[in-house]
């Protein structure tokens, strides 16, 4: 995203290809794979669900924090 390049700077591309790795799925997102779950969210069938914390990282978050 342009705030990622605006806080990664000279790093933004080494930033995003460290965080692709971290990930259980090895790369980053699409664009309609965050955007289909937004979508779901928008839709009657969603209309349950409240006050969750939707992941949609690909597994980073499963991911340790002291992984290299």
């Given at each position: 995203s342009d705030?990622?390049?605006m806080y990664f700077r000279a790093d933004f591309e080494?930033?995003?290809k460290v965080t692709a790795?971290?990930?259980a799925l090895k790369r980053l997102p699409e664009l309609?794979?965050?955007?289909s779950?937004?979508?779901l969210l928008c839709t009657p069938e969603a209309r349950?669900?409240?006050?969750?914390i939707i992941m949609v990282d690909g597994g980073l978050t499963l991911a340790s924090?002291?992984?290299e």
């Amino acid at each position: 995203s342009d705030s990622s390049r605006m806080y990664f700077r000279a790093d933004f591309e080494r930033a995003m290809k460290v965080t692709a790795e971290r990930t259980a799925l090895k790369r980053l997102p699409e664009l309609d794979e965050v955007a289909s779950v937004v979508a779901l969210l928008c839709t009657p069938e969603a209309r349950y669900v409240t006050a969750q914390i939707i992941m949609v990282d690909g597994g980073l978050t499963l991911a340790s924090p002291l992984a290299e």
